[in-house]
């Protein structure tokens, strides 16, 4: 039983932890320009910065758990702020994006245990009663840092370097660590056998694949070295799911595909996310480098995209309710699809105005998406499946939104060529091809939300799940 001042204490812990990771994910985008002239690098293939600590986080999400219950929940959430404090300093002494990518491993490495380890505290230090409520209370800022960060982002490098992109993160993970000797509670589990050979070949496979598609973008591979990553990524996938079906507790059980509202929710997020996880690093480059806006400015001018998604949350559960999965994620998918391409057509003459309004709708599209893909995926997930459904989400989401930044990466760059200077018309066409690429990209995940029966509804579950 938690005294009454770890009681309250814990849920700000946890929130503040859940804040830095999503200013982290926000902050930075704004910066990438900046930083890419800094380095002496093209701002059109900065996505590695962005990729690196995307995928790390996906490739320890499903051990969190596991550490957590070997080593103690405080013990992990002390070395996770560590670590993520650790590689914000590291990148910030980067002198080379080579060494930026390492020390943004080193950050996502954190980042990956911070909040699945936080939330599990919570949900064994809680009774059910007052679950609901510290946890809604640990999500408000997730909403507050993608507000803040983009425009924060755009402030410091103007008002000082880049550098305090990664430093702003030293005094909070400092007066955190403190914090969580005093105050989280250090919670074991059963400590069950991890899936160590699962955990192998599944990585082992989102690396390779990821490191293909990133070489596209940065042209550093060979064609027999890409012929090798595909083909080993490819059979360390197929390895795994063979893997799955002779393990009594593999890491992603295969009964879960039996399950259809996951599987066709799991396969939209996919592909769905692609677009949608890329525009929170293609747009603030286009802003500044494809239209010469300001950092500060262009900041700015993503502030009504979080807006937008705060608005949804108002009437996302009564549309999803009123006109059902199948219809709602079919034309919203093709919806988000269009607005992507759509930004295609906005030049340097295009009012501010119209831009912002823009965004913002994109915003209110871009929410009901993820509301209504991450209700279907989880919501038939019986008590047996939550767990290790809810992670192979977390796994997918991440995975699909660094995919996403990477083929964005990789469209600017074959797009743009040597081209890179700010606002001329070669690297204008670049970001508008690449705008309708990702949206006809997003669009095509509309054919497999048409799967799903007219009527067909996660049974007796919340109309709504949290973004996350």
């Known amino acids: 039983m938690l005294d009454p001042t770890t009681k309250r204490t814990l849920p700000w812990l946890v929130a503040v932890a859940f804040f830095m990771q999503a200013l982290d994910a926000t902050i930075l985008n704004t910066a990438l320009p900046t930083m890419a002239r800094d380095l002496g690098e093209s701002p059109l293939r900065m996505q590695s910065v962005v990729v690196a600590y995307m995928l790390t986080v996906a490739l320890l999400i499903p051990a969190s758990g596991w550490l957590a ?24 002494l980067s002198p080379k994006l080579p060494l930026l990518v390492a020390a943004r491993v080193v950050q996502g490495m954190g980042g990956a245990l911070l ?21 809604t209370f640990v999500t408000i800022p997730g909403l507050v840092g993608p507000l803040v960060g983009p425009t924060l982002g755009g402030w410091l490098v103007e008002v000082a370097t880049w550098h305090w992109v990664f430093l702003i993160n030293l005094p909070v993970g400092a007066a955190g660590i403190v914090a969580s000797l005093r105050f989280m509670p250090d919670i074991r589990g059963a400590g069950s056998r991890f ?72 396969a939209g ?6 677009g949608s996880g890329a525009m929170p690093f293609l747009m603030p480059l286009f802003l500044q480098v494809g239209l010469g806006i300001p950092p500060a400015q262009a900041g700015m001018t993503m502030i009504p995209t979080v807006l937008g998604a705060m608005l949804c949350k108002l009437f996302a559960e009564s549309t999803i ?21 759509g930004f295609s057509l906005v030049g340097q003459g295009t009012p ?41 989400l977390s796994v997918v989401m991440q995975l699909s939104m660094s995919l996403g930044v990477a083929a964005a990466g990789a469209l600017l760059a074959a797009f743009a060529g040597p081209a890179t200077a700010t606002g001329s018309g070669i690297v204008l066409q670049a970001f508008r091809g690449t705008f309708v690429c990702m949206g006809v990209l997003s669009a095509l995940a509309a054919t497999i939300f048409f799967q799903l029966g007219r009527a067909e509804a996660p049974a007796g579950r919340p109309a709504v799940v949290d973004e996350g």
């Open 195 to 266: 899936d160590w050979g699962g955990f192998v070949l599944f990585s082992s496979g989102l690396v390779m694949v990821s490191m293909r598609l990133q070489g596209f973008g940065e042209r550093a591979l060979s064609a027999a070295l890409s012929l090798l990553l595909v083909s080993g990524g490819l059979a360390s996938m197929l390895g795994y799911w063979l893997h799955a079906a002779r393990t009594p507790r593999p890491l992603f059980s295969l009964d879960l595909f039996k399950i259809p509202t996951f599987s066709i929710g799991l």
């Open 352 to 392: 501010h105005g119209v831009i912002v309004a823009l965004l913002g709708v994109f915003g209110v599209v871009n929410s009901l998406q993820f509301t209504a893909m991450n209700t279907l995926t989880l919501g038939d997930l019986g008590d047996t499946h939550a767990s290790s459904g809810n992670s192979l």
């Open 269 to 274: 997020n996919l592909f769905s996310r692609l």
């Open 115 to 135: 909040l699945p380890v936080g939330r599990l505290a919570i949900l064994r230090s809680f009774p059910k009663a007052e679950l609901i409520g510290a946890l």
């Open 321 to 341: 309710k009123r006109f059902g999965y199948r219809r709602v994620l079919v034309s919203n998918t093709l919806v988000l699809g269009s607005m992507m391409a």
């Open 69 to 92: 219950d070997r080593f103690g929940t405080r013990r992990v959430f002390v070395a996770a702020i560590t670590l993520f404090s650790l590689g914000s300093l590291l990148c910030a």
